[in-house]
């Protein structure tokens, strides 16, 4: 069995690929963290080829049996000392916060949830007050990532006929090691495509940061610590605004785990230009689950969630995320939700980094190295 970063990582770069194939000139951004923790839920209550599936899936291999030994994957690891703001000098450095939440009323399951993932338990009424509950849940998630996710669940995708919904809300705020001035911010252009470009806020600092320049992708590759150097953000900058696609393609957990090592990286003066950015994201996630093979879980005729609840057919109704994400001269500020419902290496001659073009980006947790945060910036 691989790491827990490992496997969140690796589910979260063959989402990205799904995701990104009818999205080839728009900005993406979700949490694997988020994601891997909602469905990880549904996991303990699956048996059969429906476990398997999502096994392989989320890249976890343990049996019904060891279900009970996995508790690492829990995430206690986070929320034990990362579920707080974590201060320096007086002043909050970062905050991040990840919590599950059950509606259920299959007491049984709720119970083994709670004590595995640390799920929160509330009872509401799919049947007679639908809408109620839906309200109860956005309004829930909307507190938890400090108003930045609302209307997880628009209306319609939570009916009458549903008996669980399982909800995991992520939510990050840090400011940089390394603050951007806000004087030597200006007007630039980004180039979207060879054909367009947009004037945009850049941001501008001259600092030392660990760079790269991998020779295989002809791209940079530079990190921007978060005030602790717990966490950082990780930028894949193609040499050329074509480059992009070259990327996609080569990237790897191994590659990805090696382009960002003390091996491959070095710590230099560099000037860094960013753009100042916000982006928002929701995604329905049935159709690239199921691209990505966990098929029977969302038949009705072939899911297996007798783990839930023995005495009843359930399957899996709807698998939606929604993420945002603000990058500015102070910092960043992050957050996610994702929401299950079940019914019945060289390096740069050059110190510039010049992201006035496509570009990846990653939000690390250092001493996991779990990527918490994925996103393409095309157009800021």
Same mark, same amino acid.
């Given at each position: 069995?691989? #790491?827990? #970063?490992?496997?969140?990582?690796?589910?979260?770069?063959?989402?990205?690929? *799904?995701?990104?194939?009818?999205?080839?000139?728009?900005?993406?951004?979700?949490?694997?963290?988020?994601? /891997?923790?909602?469905?990880?839920?549904?996991?303990?209550?699956?048996?059969?080829?429906?476990?398997?599936?999502?096994? *392989?899936?989320?890249?976890?291999?343990?049996?019904?049996?060891?279900?009970?030994?996995?508790?690492?994957?829990?995430?206690?690891?986070?929320?034990?000392?990362?579920?707080?703001? %974590?201060?320096?000098?007086?002043?909050?450095?970062?905050?991040?916060?990840?919590?599950?939440?059950?509606?259920?009323?299959?007491?049984?399951?709720?119970?083994?949830?709670?004590?595995?993932?640390?799920?929160?338990?509330?009872?509401?009424?799919?049947?007679?007050?639908?809408?109620?509950?839906?309200?109860?849940?956005? /309004?829930? %998630?909307?507190?938890?990532?400090?108003?930045?996710?609302?209307?997880?669940?628009?209306?319609?995708?939570?009916?009458?006929?549903?008996?669980?919904?399982?909800?995991?809300?992520?939510?990050?705020?840090? $400011?940089?090691?390394?603050?951007?001035?806000?004087?030597?911010?200006?007007?630039?252009?980004?180039?979207?495509?060879?054909?367009?470009?947009? /004037?945009?806020?850049?941001?501008?600092?001259?600092?030392?940061?660990?760079?790269?320049?991998?020779?295989?992708?002809?791209?940079?590759?530079?990190?921007?610590?978060?005030?602790?150097?717990?966490?950082?953000?990780?930028?894949?900058?193609?040499?050329?605004?074509?480059?992009?696609?070259?990327?996609?393609?080569?990237?790897?957990?191994?590659?990805?785990?090696?382009?960002?090592?003390?091996?491959?990286?070095?710590?230099?003066?560099?000037?860094?230009?960013?753009?100042?950015?916000?982006?928002?994201?929701?995604?329905?996630? $049935?159709?690239?689950?199921?691209?990505?093979?966990?098929?029977?879980?969302?038949?009705?005729?072939?899911?297996?969630?007798?783990?839930?609840?023995?005495?009843?057919?359930?399957?899996?109704?709807?698998? %939606?995320?929604?993420?945002?994400?603000?990058? $500015?001269?102070?910092?960043?500020?992050?957050?996610?939700?994702?929401?299950?419902?079940?019914?019945?290496?060289?390096?740069?001659?050059?110190?510039?980094?010049?992201?006035?073009?496509?570009?990846?980006?990653?939000?690390?947790?250092?001493?996991?190295?779990?990527?918490?945060?994925?996103?393409?910036?095309?157009?800021?």
């Amino acid at each position: 069995m691989g #790491s827990i #970063s490992q496997a969140i990582t690796e589910m979260g770069l063959d989402l990205y690929n *799904e995701l990104n194939k009818n999205s080839a000139n728009k900005n993406i951004f979700f949490s694997p963290m988020s994601i /891997s923790a909602g469905l990880v839920m549904v996991l303990l209550g699956a048996r059969g080829n429906t476990a398997n599936q999502m096994r *392989e899936l989320q890249k976890v291999y343990f049996s019904e049996n060891q279900a009970l030994e996995y508790k690492p994957y829990s995430m206690a690891f986070f929320l034990i000392g990362l579920s707080h703001p %974590v201060s320096y000098g007086g002043s909050d450095l970062w905050i991040l916060t990840l919590i599950n939440y059950l509606y259920i009323t299959v007491q049984q399951y709720l119970e083994c949830t709670k004590e595995l993932y640390g799920a929160m338990l509330q009872t509401v009424d799919f049947g007679s007050a639908t809408e109620a509950a839906r309200q109860t849940i956005n /309004s829930w %998630v909307e507190s938890k990532t400090q108003g930045k996710i609302r209307e997880l669940f628009v209306p319609g995708v939570i009916d009458s006929t549903a008996v669980l919904v399982l909800v995991n809300a992520i939510y990050f705020k840090a $400011n940089w090691e390394y603050k951007f001035e806000e004087k030597h911010t200006m007007p630039r252009v980004f180039r979207i495509n060879q054909n367009e470009s947009k /004037s945009v806020q850049m941001m501008y600092q001259k600092d030392r940061f660990k760079i790269a320049h991998i020779q295989e992708m002809n791209a940079q590759i530079l990190m921007l610590p978060y005030a602790g150097k717990s966490l950082n953000m990780i930028i894949l900058l193609p040499d050329d605004i074509t480059g992009l696609e070259q990327v996609e393609r080569a990237m790897t957990y191994e590659k990805l785990t090696h382009w960002t090592s003390l091996e491959s990286m070095r710590e230099r003066e560099v000037e860094v230009y960013l753009p100042r950015f916000k982006l928002e994201d929701t995604f329905e996630l $049935n159709l690239p689950l199921k691209e990505m093979g966990m098929i029977d879980v969302f038949k009705q005729s072939k899911a297996d969630l007798s783990g839930m609840a023995p005495s009843r057919r359930l399957f899996l109704s709807k698998v %939606v995320h929604k993420a945002y994400v603000e990058v $500015n001269e102070e910092g960043t500020l992050a957050a996610a939700a994702t929401g299950s419902v079940v019914v019945n290496r060289s390096y740069p001659s050059g110190a510039l980094f010049m992201a006035d073009h496509p570009f990846l980006f990653f939000i690390q947790h250092n001493p996991t190295n779990t990527i918490l945060f994925l996103g393409k910036l095309c157009s800021p």
